[in-house]
């Protein structure tokens, strides 16, 4: 997908999904994300009554110094929802993002990183989608649309008040055991976190980070009984 296929894309045309041309490392997370099943994601899938507010963010995958890496953002600590924590970019799911079943979640995606993080998103080429999952706590039904960083474009805060901090992580940091923990959160539930770039990563944006290392084969046997509190810098 070229630049200038991708800039009419997001003006008007449709948003495509394109394994052409991908890295060869990226290829067991190709793999991954075209056979994993939902359950093997998370025991929280969408209600089938269809209830729940339809949300897209992008899991982008770059080529940085230390060679392969994901972009997060860090949410500010004002917002309602999942306020302080570590993600990746993405949002609910606007009126001008279009249709959730054509490419409305892929739109969105993209649009949310860009207001979030001031990604270019011409030089991103999305490459699959991961089964919707679903957030109790707020009442979110998210797809996970990948996505390959091949122009990389400079990034930031955007809004201060919606992002803290934006970053990018080196996946041999994400994939290093000294790195990794369980996190026991209030209501008891137990899940992987990641302590990385001076940030604790938990909930269902490293749930989701930690299925994606196992099923592409690269992660590392890790202490799951190394737990860090929530509240970890204080």
Do not use: C
């Not at 997908?1 to 003006?11: D, I, K, L, P, V």
């Not at 004002?78 to 079943?101: I, N, T, V, W």
């Not at 649309?145 to 992580?169: H, I, L, Q, Y």
């Amino acid at each position: 997908m070229t630049r200038a296929s991708n800039e009419s894309n997001m003006q008007g045309g449709p948003v495509v999904l394109s394994k052409e041309g991908l890295p060869e490392w990226l290829d067991p997370v190709v793999h991954a994300v075209e056979t994993v099943q939902p359950l093997q994601l998370s025991r929280f899938l969408p209600p089938e009554n269809g209830a729940g507010r339809q949300s897209a963010v992008l899991i982008l995958f770059g080529e940085g110094e230390r060679g392969p890496e994901l972009l997060l953002m860090e949410r500010a600590s004002s917002l309602r929802s999942h306020a302080g924590q570590p993600s990746f970019p993405g949002g609910a799911l606007d009126p001008e993002d279009g249709d959730p079943k054509a490419d409305g979640l892929l739109r969105a995606a993209l649009r949310e990183a860009e207001e979030e993080t001031g990604l270019d998103s011409s030089g991103v080429q999305l490459f699959g989608v991961l089964p919707k999952l679903y957030i109790p706590v707020s009442g979110f039904v998210v797809t996970s649309v990948m996505g390959w960083w091949r122009e990389p474009s400079p990034v930031g805060v955007v809004d201060p008040n919606e992002t803290a901090r934006v970053f990018t992580v080196p996946v041999a940091d994400l994939t290093n055991p000294d790195n990794r923990a369980t996190t026991v959160h209030p209501s008891g539930h137990r899940g992987p976190a990641f302590l990385v770039e001076s940030a604790l990563v938990w909930g269902f944006t490293a749930g989701i980070i930690d299925r994606l290392l196992h099923y592409a084969g690269w992660e590392r046997p890790w202490d799951r009984a190394k737990q860090v509190p929530l509240d970890w810098r204080s």
